[in-house]
């Protein structure tokens, strides 16, 4: 059957070569009245991904990129270096690679949250108050004495997109979750490849 390239979720635009989505059959998308955002960095180099394991405020205990809310007067960019130095004590080459849209229960707000990555940076890479960087390899399998990705300590669905970035394939994606905070779960999500970097346009 072919894929139906309209489908794409409210607040989100692109120009579609495919998608995933999953959930419960039948169910919506919330709605909500305002964006937040943020920004979450990933530096992939060859067949290592740098991420961090979080120590405090949302998320506690799971890997993620590096990354946070973007402060009034700084562009996403900005941020998103500043977070990566803030919380891994590296600069990189930063380059705009998603964006993710995520709902959840309890605020009426989306979290908006520009993805990006590198293939390089400079600095030492340093454990910071708030995450422990670790390497992993993007092998299933794991290589170099790396293990494979966590996606089981990971937000879930992040396996949907992270092998995106890995790739450098351009995506836009959202998912709504229901529970409470760290423990929220998803019950709906969509995640689409675009044709080109200038489909960005949410
Ligand atoms: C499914 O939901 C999420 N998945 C993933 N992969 N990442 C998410 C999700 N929701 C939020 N995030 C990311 C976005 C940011 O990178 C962090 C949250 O940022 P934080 O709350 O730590 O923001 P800071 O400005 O660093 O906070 P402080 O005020 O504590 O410094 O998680």
Redesign the pocket.
């Known amino acids: 059957m072919p894929e139906d390239l309209n489908v794409i979720p409210p607040g989100l635009k692109g120009n579609l070569v495919h998608y995933i989505s999953g959930g419960e059959e039948g169910s919506l998308w919330k709605e909500y009245t305002n964006v937040r955002y943020?920004?979450?960095a990933f530096v992939v180099q060859g067949q290592k991904i740098l991420l961090g394991h979080k120590k405090?405020?949302?998320?506690q205990e799971k890997y993620?990129?590096f990354?946070?809310?973007v402060d009034a007067g700084e562009t996403s960019l900005e941020a998103a270096k500043r977070?990566l130095k803030e919380e891994a004590g590296i600069d990189a080459p930063l380059e705009h690679a998603g964006i993710l849209l995520?709902l959840t229960d309890g605020v009426d707000w989306a979290?908006h949250?520009d993805i990006y990555r590198a293939d390089s940076y400079s600095g030492e890479v340093q454990e910071s108050e708030?995450m422990k960087p670790e390497w992993f390899s993007t092998l299933p399998e794991g290589t170099d004495g790396l293990s494979s990705i966590p996606y089981s300590k990971?937000?879930e669905?992040?396996e949907c997109w992270l092998p995106l970035v890995i790739a450098n394939k351009p995506f836009v994606g959202r998912?709504d979750?229901v529970g409470d905070k760290d423990k929220s779960k998803p019950y709906k999500w969509w995640y689409g490849v675009l044709k080109d970097e200038e489909a960005f346009d949410v």
Do not use: L, P, Q
């Open positions: 943020y920004t979450n405090r405020g949302w998320g993620n990129g990354g946070g809310k977070e995520f979290f949250i708030e990971m937000w669905t992040d998912a979750f």
